[in-house]
Antibody, heavy 121, light 114 residues
Framework: EVQLVESGGGLVQPGGSLRLSCAASGFTFSSYEMNWVRQAPGKGLEWVSYISSSGSTIYYADSVKGRFTISRDNAKNSLYLQMNSLRAEDTAVYYC??????????????WGQGTLVTVSS | DIVMTQSPDSLAVSLGERATINCKSSQSVLYSSNNKNYLAWYQQKPGQPPKLLIYWASTRESGVPDRFSGSGSGTDFTLTISSLQAEDVAVYYCQQYYSTPRLTFGQGTRLEIK
């Protein structure tokens, strides 16, 4: 069974840092492209970042570029998101999501339950 | 970025009736070389992550009931639930992946029981 389990969320002050992790199981993690998607409280979905299966190709949304860093450790079946210089508008549930092979990895077929990041003083 | 606009924002439908949700993209998401529309639909229930329903605009994800169907091409798309069930109450999102990796979602449509 495919599972994605996020961790690392919490309350942080503006300007602070947080590192999110996503532990993957039930599939060959190293073969799949992965993403982070966030959802502010009561709002819609926003794509945040993408990483290729090998980790060699990375993209970010303009809203987080220069502040967030995505990475992965295929030996540990884990995905990460290092978040620096956090702002109030970064407050959201952060989901890791797997690219669907059938959709050429553009749609997301498995999502974690999410981890809540709250940026507030 | 491609802007995705859904209509209506909310919808109330009686059990057993048809529900229709529309999604319009600011530019075509049809890739001419393979004639595929890079459009997906998701269902999100309260307190849960989104669930993939449809990709390539009309291909149902494995395990999704056949009362869910997707249609449309280019810039205009529709998600149809042929006979609404109580468990279909949720927020539905469309998503384009034409401009991968700059994926964008619609604002969501809240579906309720009338």
């Amino acid at each position: 069974e495919v599972q994605l389990v996020e961790s690392g969320g919490g309350l942080v002050q503006p300007g602070g840092s947080l590192r999110l992790s996503c532990a993957a199981s039930g599939f060959t993690f190293s073969s799949y492209e992965m993403n982070w998607v966030r959802q502010a409280p009561g709002k819609g979905l926003e794509w945040v970042s993408y990483i290729s299966s090998s980790g060699s190709t990375i993209y970010y949304a303009d809203s987080v570029k220069g502040r967030f860093t995505i990475s992965r450790d295929n030996a540990k079946n884990s995905l990460y998101l290092q978040m620096n210089s956090l702002r109030a508008e970064d407050t959201a549930v952060y989901y890791c999501a797997r690219g669907s092979e059938e959709s050429d990895y553009g749609a997301f077929d498995y999502w974690g339950q999410g981890t809540l990041v709250t940026v507030s003083s | 970025d491609i802007v995705m606009t859904q209509s209506p924002d909310s919808l109330a439908v009686s059990l057993g009736e048809r529900a229709t949700i529309n999604c319009k993209s600011s530019q075509s998401v049809l890739y001419s070389s393979n004639n595929k529309n890079y459009l997906a639909w998701y269902q999100q229930k309260p307190g849960q992550p989104p669930k993939l329903l449809i990709y390539w605009a009309s291909t149902r994800e494995s395990g999704v009931p056949d009362r869910f169907s997707g249609s449309g091409s280019g810039t205009d798309f529709t998600l149809t639930i042929s006979s609404l069930q109580a468990e279909d109450v949720a927020v539905y999102y469309c998503q384009q992946y034409y401009s991968t990796p700059r994926l964008t979602f619609g604002q969501g449509t809240r579906l309720e029981i009338k």
